[in-house]
Every structure is written in C-alpha cells, then in structure tokens.
C-alpha cells in the first residue's frame, strides 16, 4: 500500500472563470447552444418567432389613425392589403373608457372629469397601503396636485384660486421633499417637529369620496355613510364597557346597520334641504366601458379580501356553527358559476326586496361579484394557515398572546405571505371576470365593442377592438403580477 | 458519559431552592382521545429548582411540561402555577402564560420579524409596554445569550444554536418565574448544543425555576437539583442527579441509563 497521507503546502489563489463560461458568449451557450437539440429548437423557434411578427408587425402598424369609416380605412392602405382599422379607436375610445358617461353631448356640463379624478385619487389612496418605500411628503404632493389640477381645470374664480392655492401648497411640501435629506428630517423628527399627518387617513376616506365622483348626487349621503361607522363605533364602545366585548360588537353592528338601512338617507335629505352641496347625479346606466370593469374590480378586490381573511378563519374556527356557516357559503359560491350569480343579481334579487326598493344594478353586481371573489379568496388564505408550522400558533400561545393578536401579528402576516401568488391570481381573475356583466346587459368594453360594431360605419370590425381591450386588460393584469412579485421579494426574510 | 465543558466553573451560589411552591401538580390525568398519555401525576416545584425530565420517547415528557402552561389540556386533577390554577378560564390561562416562559425544540421563531421584534413583540402587546422600554430590555437579554450583533437580522438568517439561544432570550423578555425547555437541544449541532447549555446554565445560576425536558445527562448531573424518569406517562422514579445516575433504583430505570449512557 503506497503513501496515504498529504499535506497541502499553500493555499490555491482564486482564478477567473474561462471566457467560454461569460459575458455574451458564455450566456449563449449555456442558455441558446448548449447542445444540439437546443442549437436545433432555438433555431426553429427564432424562425417561428420572425414568421409571427412578419404576419402581424404590418398589420399592427398601419397609417388608419384618422380613418373614419371602414371603407375609408381600405382606401388608406390601397386595397388587397390587410391591415387594421385603428380609426375605430380613434373614433370611439372615450366610449371604450366611460361608456355613457355624461360628456355634454346631451347637453348639460360634461362629466368625464369625475372618474378621471377618482381613478388618478384611487393611486393616492393606494400608494402607503402597496409602497412602503413612498414618503408621506410625496403622498400629500400627489393628493394636492390632483385636487390642484381639478380645480384648474373645474375653472370659475373659486376653482382657479382653490387650485392654485393647493399646487402651490404641493410645490411647497414637495420643493421641502427635496432639499431635506435624509439626515435633517430625522434631526427634525427628533427635535419634535410636526410631521405631517399619515395619508393612510386618505385612504379611509377614499372608500366615500370615490363613489361620490361617480354617482354624483349629495355629498352628505357618503357622509351619512361614514357616520354609520362613527356610530357603530361609540355603540361598540358603550356597550362593550357596560355588557362585554361579544355584546359590544353585536350591538356595534345592529346600530350600524339600522343607521344605514333606515336613517342614513333621512338624514342626508335633511341636511341636504338646509344646505345642499352636491355633484349632478349620473345613474348607473349610463356607466359603461372600462370604468366600469375598474370600479367592479377595484370593489371586488378591495372587498373580497378582509371578507376571504373572515371566511378562512371561521372554516378553521373550533365553534361549530361559524365552521358551518363559512364552510357552506364557501362551498355553495364557489359551486355557482359567475354567471348565475349574476343573473341572480339582475333579475332574482329583486324579488327577495321589499316592494317599491329601488336597489341599484351595479351595486347588486358589486355584492355578488365580492361574494363570489371572497370565496375563492378564502381558500386561497386558507392554503397559507395551512402551511404555517404548528410551532407558530403554539409559541404565540405560550408567549401569552390571544387569538386576535396572535391571528394579527404572527399569523397572518406569515399566511398572506405564503398566498400572495394565490391571492394575486385570484384578483386577476375577477378582474377580468368583470367582462361577464356584459352577458346582463352591463356596457363594459366588451359589450361596447359590440355596440360599436352594430354601427354602420364599423361595421364587422372585431381584431381591433378587441386588441384594444385586451391590451387595457393586459395593462392592469400584468401590473398586478409584478407588484405580486415585488411583494413577495419585499417580505423575503430568509429560510424559515 | 457525555459531560458538558464549559468555560467557566458552575456558580452555585444563588442556586438556592426556597420553600415556596412554585408548581403544584395533583393527580392529573390526560387523553389524547382514549390513549392515556399522563397517569395519576403528583409533582411540586419549589421555587428556584432546577428539575430534568427524561425518559424514552412517547413517555409523555413533553405532554407534562406543555400541560404547565396549557399548549395541551388536562382533563383529571389539578395544576397550580404560582398559585393560580389552569382551568377553562381564559384568564387565568393568560396569567399563568405571561409568567411562565417556554423554550421549543424547533425554537418557533416568527420569520417574518426581526430578532429584536421577535423579542418585543410580547411585551409590547401583552405587557403593554412602551417600545423603547421593551427594546432595552430586549437588548439587555440579547447581550446577554451573547448576539446582540444580530438583533436587526431575522431568524432565517442565524444558525441553529443562535436561534435557540434568541427564543431563550424573548421568553426571558417576559419577566417569567418560571423556564420549561422541551428538548432544546435535540435538533442541534453537537457544537451548537454547548453555546445552548451554556445558555441555560448561566440561567440556573441566577436561580431561574427551571424544567428541562433534555437528552442533555451532563446538564441534568451538574445543574439539576432533582432528574424525574419517566415511563409510560407515568413518573418512575424521582432523585437528586448524584443518586439518580449512580444508584437506579426502578428497572426500568437502570434500563434507560445502561442505554443511553
């Protein structure tokens, strides 16, 4: 047997890799040619790729911009060649975006302004809830800004003078955003300077000014509305004092709901006949286009996530009737196509209703579509309880935390991290399940697109119009995805 | 037998064992569905004892300790806790968990929190206490299972032994009376498993109430003050460590010990 052992007289110095192995080269063999059956499919498939874009570049680019008619689109690119339409775009993408809105066509002011508004406002609000890496300061910049330009653009004295008062109140916070740094704000926040307040308060309020924007109407009905929560509140107080925190949230919810369901516009009646502020009332059949997908699915999304969180934990409750009750309403939505429940909302709701209630379509759809979202959200969650460790629920019990704080601090956090791939998909979902109000007679794009064609003069157009949408869609979903994305790299705390 | 080295000599000047009751355990009984896991157990822990629990696995040495501060319920008996006794009601389920501090197997850090905050978060919620005042505290506890260093960095990113050594900390974040460890050694490395028991001795030795659940016999034979053995949900045999290793008297007993020494 020879000699075993051996010692390593100097460590080995680091080398740089072989030039084959990087850059430019390296990254194409490792990923292009790294055999010949990969040199053989990624030749196919560039030869694939260039006959698809050949087919479809010139379609996609042609000068029909200004065409106003089909016709006239056929005499612009000269005849036997093929090419889209896009006058059809160009002629009827307002409608695409706001359906019937009010735009002073028939007579009276136009209206458009509002969801305009109340789309750019639902950013505002948006922001300190998905970015946490946005300041306060820039927050309020973007709030007076938006107010700013609105009262520019309302016009009058007043909406001038406001305007600019609050542009010029932006510059100010925003000019004060850049030149301090980083340093001298936390000296200021030391030295007990007044921060400026957390725009989360917009964002509470949001929820009643945006449907304000969009039906118009008085302004003291969302204000009655919020009261109810104010209301609802000081019950949930009192009686918790008086009779325990269980009673005390019945209470809280019965006042609530009594105040909204019989007094709420009572009360705005007469506040409005003493003193009445308001926007024209728009009613809802005059919504339409991807305005209206948009406040389905900003609703939905909105609302079918605290319901879903609610659902995933009374299925996991050990009180048998809430495990019941969730389970069954899980199970029975999620067993009911869309569409059912759709048409439920257009024609059988009505009959449940008392007589003479007048209860407004889309507000019946928006119920429905957040029922059936809440749902499949809850599944989601309850894919993401599912995979938390034992352990978790046990060291928030032995460190004496109760079911409510353990749920809010240590579970959830972990369980919505785990599903928001599930959670993100299924907001895409709904969002795009919106088109399906189109089948009870809803105008969103799609049931724009076929009333656009019904017109003589575009006639039979459908790869336009329907790319056109689709690319909005497109927009939004593919956003969606990669805040998804940018989520889950933002809560990556390392292995578990 | 495996011993465990420390760096420095073992102060037993404050390990000091009063006369006051800290656990009092009578006749309990419990089930997992028909299976009885604890028998007739009778048990007192005065304050200031350190107490290791062993015996083979599926004895219900772990049942016993999470039964103190009721992760698993009893159904039979009664278990008093620095005078409060665990019952249905929620409240005194509370009490006696804000005083009593418990160190998993798997340490149950939350990922998803700094150490820092994995140390707060308790006292700030359950204790209400100021942030600054429970990050100080943090701090002080931090030193002292000696990684203060790590304080901003969340657990996913600490070895197994400073993982263990953070959940001793936050338990200690609490104020408790009372320390039960169930197993906390077992999924460690042999060289982490030292920086734990170390850990842990410097704890007995400001005379923390402890109860170990541990595989760990050079702890139980140099800090322990009693070793209960267990077998079949039932204590076996009770004693100081010095005539517990050297003079068995159960067979059972003798068993254990020829096996697992």
Redesign the interface.
């Known amino acids: 047997m020879s000699d075993m052992s051996y010692v390593r007289s100097e460590m080995l110095p680091e080398r740089a890799p072989p030039a084959s192995s990087v850059g430019v080269v390296g990254w194409m063999r490792q990923n292009l040619f790294s055999g010949i059956v990969n040199s053989i499919l990624t030749i196919v498939s560039l030869i694939l790729i260039y006959m698809v874009l050949a087919a479809i570049l010139p379609w996609v680019f042609s000068p029909t911009w200004n065409g106003t008619s089909q016709n006239d689109c056929r005499e612009i690119v000269g005849n036997g060649h093929h090419a889209a339409c896009w006058g059809v775009i160009n002629d009827r993408w307002q409608q695409l975006l706001f359906g019937f809105y009010p735009n002073g066509s028939e007579g009276g002011a136009d209206q458009r302004w509002r969801p305009i508004v109340a789309f750019a406002l639902l950013f505002v609000a948006v922001t300190p809830v998905l970015f946490n890496m946005i300041s306060r300061r820039m927050n309020w910049v973007l709030l007076l800004a938006v107010l700013g330009l609105t009262g520019l653009y309302l016009g009058g004295a007043v909406g001038m003078i406001v305007g600019l008062v609050l542009l010029g109140a932006a510059g100010f916070v925003g000019f004060k955003a850049l030149s301090t740094d980083k340093e001298a704000r936390a000296a200021e926040i030391e030295a007990g300077a007044k921060r400026l307040p957390n725009p989360l308060i917009f964002s509470a309020i949001y929820p009643f000014i945006a449907p304000w924007l969009l039906w118009g109407g008085t302004i003291w009905l969302p204000i009655a509305a919020a009261l109810g929560f104010v209301i609802g509140y000081f019950a949930f107080v009192f009686a918790s004092r008086a009779l325990g925190s269980l009673i005390g949230i019945i209470v809280a919810v019965v006042a609530a709901i009594i105040w909204w369901m019989v007094l709420t516009s009572v009360f705005a009646n007469a506040v409005d006949s003493i003193l009445p502020i308001g926007l024209e009332a728009v009613e809802s059949r005059k919504f339409g286009g991807f305005m209206l997908s948009i406040t389905i699915g900003v609703v939905a999304i909105a609302c079918s996530l605290p319901i879903g969180i609610v659902l995933a934990l009374g299925r996991q409750s050990d009180l048998m009737i809430v495990k019941a009750l969730c389970v069954g309403f899980i199970e029975f939505i999620r067993g009911v196509p869309l569409i059912t429940l759709l048409f439920v909302a257009s024609t059988l709701l009505n009959i449940f209703m008392p007589p003479g209630t007048n209860f407004d379509i889309i507000l019946r759809v928006l119920i429905m579509v957040t029922l059936f979202a809440s749902a499949y959200m809850a599944e989601v969650i309850r894919g993401g309880l599912a995979a938390l ?1 034992r ?2 629920y ?2 928030a ?6 079911y409510w ?1 353990a749920q809010r ?2 579970i959830m ?2 369980a919505l ?1 785990i599903s928001i791939p599930g959670i993100v998909s299924t907001f895409i979902g709904v969002f795009k399940d919106t088109t399906l109000v189109s089948i009870i007679g809803l105008l969103d794009p799609l049931g724009l697109s076929n009333a656009i064609r019904a017109d003589q003069a575009w006639n039979g157009l459908v790869w336009e119009l329907y790319g056109f949408i689709a690319l909005l869609f497109f927009v939004f979903c593919f956003s969606m995805s990669r805040y998804s994305m940018y989520l889950e790299r933002r ?1 990556h ?4 | 037998m495996s011993s465990i080295t420390l760096d420095h000599q073992i102060d037993r000047s404050k390990m000091a064992v009063s006369d006051e009751v800290a656990i009092e355990i009578r006749n309990m009984n419990k089930w997992y569905g028909s299976f009885h896991v604890l028998r007739d157990i009778d048990l007192t822990v005065y304050q200031g004892e350190r107490i290791v629990i062993a015996g083979p696995s599926g004895s219900g040495k772990s049942t016993l300790i999470r039964c103190i501060n009721r992760l698993e319920e009893h159904q039979e008996g009664q278990i008093i806790v620095d005078g409060t006794e665990l019952t249905s009601d929620l409240k005194n389920v509370d009490k006696v968990r804000s005083e009593v501090g418990m160190v998993f197997q798997h340490f149950n850090l939350f990922p998803h929190l700094t150490i820092l905050e994995n140390c707060t978060l308790a006292p700030i919620w359950v204790r209400k206490e100021p942030r600054k005042e429970a990050e100080e505290r943090a701090m002080h506890f931090l030193e002292k299972v000696k990684i203060p260093e790590q304080a901003h960095k969340y657990p996913g990113m600490l070895s197994g032994g400073q993982q263990q050594r953070v959940a001793i900390a936050r338990s200690l974040c609490m104020m408790p009376r009372i320390m039960l460890f169930d197993e906390p050694t077992s999924a460690l490395d042999p060289e982490m498993i030292k920086e734990v028991l170390e850990t842990m001795v410097e704890l007995a030795e400001e005379g923390m109430t402890m109860l170990c659940v541990t595989h760990e016999m050079g702890f139980a034979k140099e800090v322990a003050n009693r070793v209960i053995f267990m077998d079949a949900g039932q204590i076996v045999e009770q004693n100081e460590p010095e005539e517990f290793f050297n003079n068995p008297q159960s067979e059972r007993t003798k068993l254990f010990l020829s096996q697992i020494l």
Not at chain 1, 397 to 402: F, I, Q, T, V, Y
Not at chain 1, 493 to 496: A, N, S
């Open positions: 460790p352990g978790q046990e060291a019990d032995a460190l004496g935390l109760d704080k601090l240590i956090p972990q991290k809560l705390t390392g292995h578990r």
